[in-house]
Protein backbone atom coordinates (compact mmCIF):
# COMPACT_ATOMS: atom_id res chain seq x y z
CA UNK A 1 0.00 0.00 0.00
CA UNK A 2 1.12 3.43 -1.08
CA UNK A 3 0.94 5.21 2.60
CA UNK A 4 -0.29 8.25 3.50
CA UNK A 5 2.38 8.58 5.86
CA UNK A 6 1.90 12.96 6.63
CA UNK A 7 -0.15 15.53 7.32
CA UNK A 8 1.01 16.92 3.97
CA UNK A 9 -0.05 14.37 1.78
CA UNK A 10 -3.66 15.91 2.83
CA UNK A 11 -4.83 19.01 1.42
CA UNK A 12 -8.07 20.64 2.94
CA UNK A 13 -10.44 22.28 0.28
CA UNK A 14 -13.57 23.97 0.03
CA UNK A 15 -15.55 20.86 -0.75
CA UNK A 16 -14.84 18.02 -2.99
CA UNK A 17 -15.71 20.00 -6.32
CA UNK A 18 -12.53 21.99 -5.51
CA UNK A 19 -10.69 19.58 -4.85
CA UNK A 20 -11.72 17.99 -8.24
CA UNK A 21 -11.17 20.94 -9.93
CA UNK A 22 -7.39 21.65 -8.34
CA UNK A 23 -6.83 17.86 -9.14
CA UNK A 24 -8.25 18.37 -12.73
CA UNK A 25 -6.53 21.53 -13.75
CA UNK A 26 -2.91 19.86 -12.46
CA UNK A 27 -3.08 16.15 -14.08
CA UNK A 28 -4.81 17.73 -17.60
CA UNK A 29 -5.33 20.72 -20.28
CA UNK A 30 -7.81 21.66 -22.76
CA UNK A 31 -7.90 19.19 -25.27
CA UNK A 32 -6.39 16.22 -23.17
CA UNK A 33 -8.31 12.64 -23.21
CA UNK A 34 -9.67 11.82 -19.60
CA UNK A 35 -11.79 9.31 -18.28
CA UNK A 36 -14.98 8.76 -16.40
CA UNK A 37 -17.59 6.12 -15.90
CA UNK A 38 -20.93 6.49 -17.70
CA UNK A 39 -23.24 7.53 -16.56
CA UNK A 40 -21.52 9.46 -13.56
CA UNK A 41 -21.65 12.82 -11.35
CA UNK A 42 -23.23 15.63 -12.98
CA UNK A 43 -20.52 18.17 -11.77
CA UNK A 44 -17.92 16.40 -12.94
CA UNK A 45 -18.91 16.33 -16.64
CA UNK A 46 -19.78 20.18 -16.46
CA UNK A 47 -16.18 20.44 -14.50
CA UNK A 48 -14.10 18.39 -17.31
CA UNK A 49 -15.95 20.22 -20.11
CA UNK A 50 -15.46 23.96 -18.59
CA UNK A 51 -12.19 23.04 -18.73
CA UNK A 52 -11.95 21.84 -22.43
CA UNK A 53 -11.24 18.31 -21.48
CA UNK A 54 -12.59 15.48 -23.69
CA UNK A 55 -14.59 13.04 -21.70
CA UNK A 56 -14.33 9.73 -23.28
CA UNK A 57 -17.14 7.36 -21.25
CA UNK A 58 -16.45 4.01 -19.70
CA UNK A 59 -19.48 1.70 -19.56
CA UNK A 60 -20.54 0.27 -16.06
CA UNK A 61 -22.28 -2.76 -14.59
CA UNK A 62 -24.06 -3.38 -11.12
CA UNK A 63 -20.04 -4.55 -10.36
CA UNK A 64 -18.75 -1.36 -11.45
CA UNK A 65 -16.58 0.33 -14.35
CA UNK A 66 -16.16 -2.12 -16.73
CA UNK A 67 -12.34 -2.71 -16.67
CA UNK A 68 -12.34 -4.99 -19.93
CA UNK A 69 -13.84 -1.92 -21.94
CA UNK A 70 -11.39 0.27 -20.13
CA UNK A 71 -8.42 -2.02 -21.66
CA UNK A 72 -9.43 -1.45 -24.57
CA UNK A 73 -9.41 2.17 -24.82
CA UNK A 74 -5.94 2.17 -22.97
CA UNK A 75 -4.82 -0.03 -25.36
CA UNK A 76 -5.94 2.52 -28.19
CA UNK A 77 -4.90 5.86 -26.44
CA UNK A 78 -3.32 7.73 -23.09
CA UNK A 79 -5.52 9.47 -21.39
CA UNK A 80 -4.29 11.97 -18.64
CA UNK A 81 -6.55 10.25 -15.51
CA UNK A 82 -9.47 8.34 -14.26
CA UNK A 83 -12.66 9.86 -12.66
CA UNK A 84 -14.41 6.85 -10.66
CA UNK A 85 -16.55 7.23 -7.80
CA UNK A 86 -16.77 3.27 -7.07
CA UNK A 87 -17.97 2.94 -3.69
CA UNK A 88 -22.30 3.81 -4.10
CA UNK A 89 -21.68 5.61 -7.23
CA UNK A 90 -23.50 8.72 -7.63
CA UNK A 91 -26.27 8.38 -9.49
CA UNK A 92 -26.49 4.32 -10.01
CA UNK A 93 -25.58 3.61 -6.16
CA UNK A 94 -23.78 0.70 -7.48
CA UNK A 95 -20.46 -0.80 -5.84
CA UNK A 96 -17.44 -1.83 -7.44
CA UNK A 97 -16.56 -5.19 -6.47
CA UNK A 98 -13.16 -6.10 -4.46
CA UNK A 99 -11.86 -8.16 -7.77
CA UNK A 100 -12.90 -5.14 -10.64
CA UNK A 101 -10.79 -2.89 -7.87
CA UNK A 102 -8.11 -5.26 -7.99
CA UNK A 103 -8.35 -5.15 -11.91
CA UNK A 104 -8.16 -1.65 -12.33
CA UNK A 105 -5.33 -0.72 -9.78
CA UNK A 106 -3.22 -3.52 -12.10
CA UNK A 107 -4.53 -1.88 -15.43
CA UNK A 108 -3.19 1.90 -13.13
CA UNK A 109 0.57 0.55 -12.56
CA UNK A 110 0.49 -1.49 -16.15
CA UNK A 111 -0.51 1.97 -18.36
CA UNK A 112 0.67 4.44 -15.61
CA UNK A 113 -3.21 5.82 -15.04
CA UNK A 114 -3.79 8.31 -12.66
CA UNK A 115 -7.25 7.38 -10.69
CA UNK A 116 -8.91 10.19 -8.92
CA UNK A 117 -11.06 7.88 -6.48
CA UNK A 118 -14.64 10.23 -5.36
CA UNK A 119 -15.30 8.22 -1.61
CA UNK A 120 -18.18 11.36 -0.61
CA UNK A 121 -20.46 8.33 0.21
CA UNK A 122 -18.28 5.22 1.96
CA UNK A 123 -19.48 6.22 5.45
CA UNK A 124 -23.08 5.81 4.16
CA UNK A 125 -23.71 2.20 3.90
CA UNK A 126 -27.20 1.06 4.81
CA UNK A 127 -26.13 -2.41 5.93
CA UNK A 128 -22.88 -3.97 5.97
CA UNK A 129 -19.59 -2.05 5.58
CA UNK A 130 -17.79 -1.40 1.43
CA UNK A 131 -14.86 -3.05 0.00
CA UNK A 132 -11.50 -1.26 0.87
CA UNK A 133 -10.92 2.57 -0.73
CA UNK A 134 -8.72 2.21 -4.30
CA UNK A 135 -6.29 4.50 -2.57
CA UNK A 136 -6.37 1.69 0.40
CA UNK A 137 -5.29 -0.94 -2.08
CA UNK A 138 -2.82 1.44 -3.99
CA UNK A 139 1.45 0.49 -3.93
CA UNK A 140 2.29 2.52 -7.01
CA UNK A 141 0.92 6.16 -5.59
CA UNK A 142 -1.29 6.43 -8.88
CA UNK A 143 -4.93 7.23 -6.44
CA UNK A 144 -5.63 10.71 -5.85
CA UNK A 145 -8.41 10.30 -3.07
CA UNK A 146 -11.18 12.69 -2.75
CA UNK A 147 -13.62 13.26 -0.12
CA UNK A 148 -15.73 15.64 1.90
CA UNK A 149 -17.54 16.35 5.15
CA UNK A 150 -20.51 17.79 3.01
CA UNK A 151 -22.43 14.63 2.75
CA UNK A 152 -21.47 13.35 6.61
CA UNK A 153 -22.66 16.27 8.04
CA UNK A 154 -24.51 19.11 5.75
CA UNK A 155 -23.47 20.46 2.53
CA UNK A 156 -22.93 24.12 3.03
CA UNK A 157 -19.95 23.16 5.32
CA UNK A 158 -17.72 23.47 2.07
CA UNK A 159 -15.03 20.93 3.61
CA UNK A 160 -13.29 18.38 1.81
CA UNK A 161 -10.05 16.79 1.46
CA UNK A 162 -7.29 15.24 -1.10
CA UNK A 163 -5.06 12.34 -0.33
CA UNK A 164 -2.22 11.84 -3.01
CA UNK A 165 1.54 11.24 -3.34
CA UNK A 166 4.40 13.96 -1.94
CA UNK A 167 4.75 15.42 -5.36
CA UNK A 168 0.97 15.98 -5.95
CA UNK A 169 0.35 16.98 -2.91
CA UNK A 170 2.86 19.63 -2.87
CA UNK A 171 1.51 20.83 -5.91
CA UNK A 172 -1.60 21.11 -5.22
CA UNK A 173 -1.38 22.92 -1.93
CA UNK A 174 1.06 25.85 -4.41
CA UNK A 175 -2.61 25.86 -6.08
CA UNK A 176 -4.94 25.74 -2.91
CA UNK A 177 -2.66 28.74 -1.24
CA UNK A 178 -4.10 31.34 -4.51
CA UNK A 179 -7.69 30.57 -3.25
CA UNK A 180 -9.52 32.77 -1.40
CA UNK A 181 -12.18 30.22 -0.72
CA UNK A 182 -11.11 28.91 2.57
CA UNK A 183 -13.57 28.64 5.29
CA UNK A 184 -11.01 28.88 8.25
CA UNK A 185 -13.73 29.09 11.11
CA UNK A 186 -15.54 26.02 9.44
CA UNK A 187 -12.16 23.90 9.95
CA UNK A 188 -11.66 24.91 13.22
CA UNK A 189 -15.68 24.16 14.18
CA UNK A 190 -15.05 20.89 12.46
CA UNK A 191 -11.96 20.06 14.30
CA UNK A 192 -13.62 20.66 17.44
CA UNK A 193 -16.30 17.87 16.79
CA UNK A 194 -13.91 15.76 15.66
CA UNK A 195 -12.28 15.89 18.96
CA UNK A 196 -14.94 15.07 20.93
CA UNK A 197 -15.91 12.22 18.93
CA UNK A 198 -19.19 13.40 18.04
CA UNK A 199 -18.88 11.78 14.32
CA UNK A 200 -19.16 8.18 15.00
CA UNK A 201 -22.63 8.40 16.53
CA UNK A 202 -23.75 11.04 14.65
CA UNK A 203 -22.90 8.38 11.82
CA UNK A 204 -24.76 6.02 13.39
CA UNK A 205 -27.52 7.52 13.53
CA UNK A 206 -27.78 8.96 9.84
CA UNK A 207 -27.24 5.69 8.73
CA UNK A 208 -30.44 4.31 10.56
CA UNK A 209 -32.59 7.36 9.30
CA UNK A 210 -31.01 6.58 5.70
CA UNK A 211 -31.83 2.85 5.77
CA UNK A 212 -35.81 3.48 7.37
CA UNK A 213 -35.63 6.59 4.52
CA UNK A 214 -34.97 4.14 1.50
CA UNK A 215 -36.80 1.35 2.85
CA UNK A 216 -40.20 3.50 2.48
CA UNK A 217 -38.72 4.63 -1.10
CA UNK A 218 -38.12 1.28 -2.07
CA UNK A 219 -41.56 -0.27 -1.16
CA UNK A 220 -43.24 2.54 -3.69
CA UNK A 221 -40.89 1.43 -6.27
CA UNK A 222 -41.81 -2.05 -5.77
CA UNK A 223 -45.12 -1.84 -6.55
CA UNK A 224 -44.24 0.93 -9.46
CA UNK A 225 -42.72 -3.04 -11.29
CA UNK A 226 -46.51 -3.21 -13.14
CA UNK A 227 -45.72 0.15 -14.94
CA UNK A 228 -42.62 -0.91 -15.80
CA UNK A 229 -40.20 0.34 -13.12
CA UNK A 230 -36.94 -1.27 -12.43
CA UNK A 231 -34.42 -0.33 -10.03
CA UNK A 232 -31.33 -2.03 -7.85
CA UNK A 233 -31.34 -1.34 -4.09
CA UNK A 234 -28.34 0.29 -3.14
CA UNK A 235 -25.67 -0.57 -0.52
CA UNK A 236 -25.54 3.00 0.53
CA UNK A 237 -25.00 6.42 -0.71
CA UNK A 238 -28.56 8.89 -1.27
CA UNK A 239 -29.94 7.59 -4.34
CA UNK A 240 -32.67 5.04 -6.47
CA UNK A 241 -31.58 5.06 -9.77
CA UNK A 242 -34.50 4.20 -11.60
CA UNK A 243 -35.42 3.03 -15.07
CA UNK A 244 -38.35 4.30 -16.69
CA UNK A 245 -40.43 2.04 -19.35
CA UNK A 246 -38.85 3.91 -23.23
CA UNK A 247 -42.04 4.94 -24.38
CA UNK A 248 -42.13 7.19 -20.79
CA UNK A 249 -40.62 11.03 -21.30
CA UNK A 250 -38.53 11.65 -18.18
CA UNK A 251 -38.97 15.45 -18.65
CA UNK A 252 -42.50 15.48 -18.84
CA UNK A 253 -42.41 12.89 -15.88
CA UNK A 254 -40.31 15.49 -14.28
CA UNK A 255 -42.11 18.50 -15.16
CA UNK A 256 -45.50 16.88 -14.24
CA UNK A 257 -44.30 16.01 -10.66
CA UNK A 258 -43.09 19.47 -10.62
CA UNK A 259 -46.22 20.79 -10.82
CA UNK A 260 -47.50 18.96 -7.65
CA UNK A 261 -44.67 19.87 -5.09
CA UNK A 262 -42.10 16.47 -6.14
CA UNK A 263 -38.58 16.66 -7.61
CA UNK A 264 -35.96 14.37 -8.91
CA UNK A 265 -33.34 14.37 -11.31
CA UNK A 266 -33.59 13.17 -15.46
CA UNK A 267 -30.80 10.74 -15.93
CA UNK A 268 -29.59 12.15 -18.83
CA UNK A 269 -28.11 14.69 -16.91
CA UNK A 270 -25.08 12.26 -15.59
CA UNK A 271 -24.44 11.27 -19.77
CA UNK A 272 -22.50 12.88 -22.37
CA UNK A 273 -25.42 12.30 -24.47
CA UNK A 274 -28.78 10.95 -24.63
CA UNK A 275 -29.50 7.42 -23.48
CA UNK A 276 -32.06 4.75 -25.32
CA UNK A 277 -33.68 4.09 -21.85
CA UNK A 278 -34.65 6.83 -19.96
CA UNK A 279 -33.54 7.27 -15.80
CA UNK A 280 -34.38 9.30 -13.32
CA UNK A 281 -32.22 9.57 -9.79
CA UNK A 282 -34.31 9.71 -6.22
CA UNK A 283 -32.99 11.09 -3.55
CA UNK A 284 -33.50 9.24 -0.57
CA UNK A 285 -31.97 11.07 2.37
CA UNK A 286 -32.99 14.35 1.79
CA UNK A 287 -36.18 14.88 3.32
CA UNK A 288 -38.28 12.72 6.17
CA UNK A 289 -40.18 9.55 5.98
CA UNK A 290 -43.53 10.88 6.05
CA UNK A 291 -42.70 13.58 2.82
CA UNK A 292 -40.94 10.39 1.24
CA UNK A 293 -44.21 8.48 1.38
CA UNK A 294 -45.95 11.32 0.27
CA UNK A 295 -43.79 12.48 -2.88
CA UNK A 296 -43.72 8.85 -3.70
CA UNK A 297 -47.80 8.62 -4.30
CA UNK A 298 -47.58 11.49 -6.24
CA UNK A 299 -44.84 9.97 -8.73
CA UNK A 300 -47.59 6.97 -8.83
CA UNK A 301 -50.15 9.00 -9.49
CA UNK A 302 -48.39 10.78 -12.65
CA UNK A 303 -46.75 7.51 -13.61
CA UNK A 304 -50.38 6.14 -14.17
CA UNK A 305 -51.51 9.22 -16.72
CA UNK A 306 -49.29 6.94 -19.07
CA UNK A 307 -49.93 8.62 -22.79
CA UNK A 308 -49.77 11.82 -21.38
CA UNK A 309 -46.12 10.94 -20.61
CA UNK A 310 -44.85 9.04 -24.00
CA UNK A 311 -42.37 10.62 -26.17
Known amino acids: MEQISSPEQVVI ?33 QLFQSLGMQVVPVPMDADGLRVDVLERILSHCRPRFLYTVPTYHNPTGWTMSAIRRKQLLALSEKYGLPIVEDDAYRHLHLDKEPPPALK ?44 ITTNTLGQLALAAYLRNGALRPHLENA ?3 YSEQAAIMESHLDRFSPLGIRYERPKGGFYFWVSLPEEINPRKLMARCLERGVSFTCGDMFLLREAEQPYIRLCFTHERSEKIDRGMKIIAEVLQQGKELQL
Open 13 to 45: TSGSQEGLYLIASLLARPGDLVLTEMPTYFGSL
Open 136 to 179: ALDHSGHVVYLNTFSKLLFPGLRIGWVAANRKLAQLLTRMKELS
Open 207 to 209: RLQ
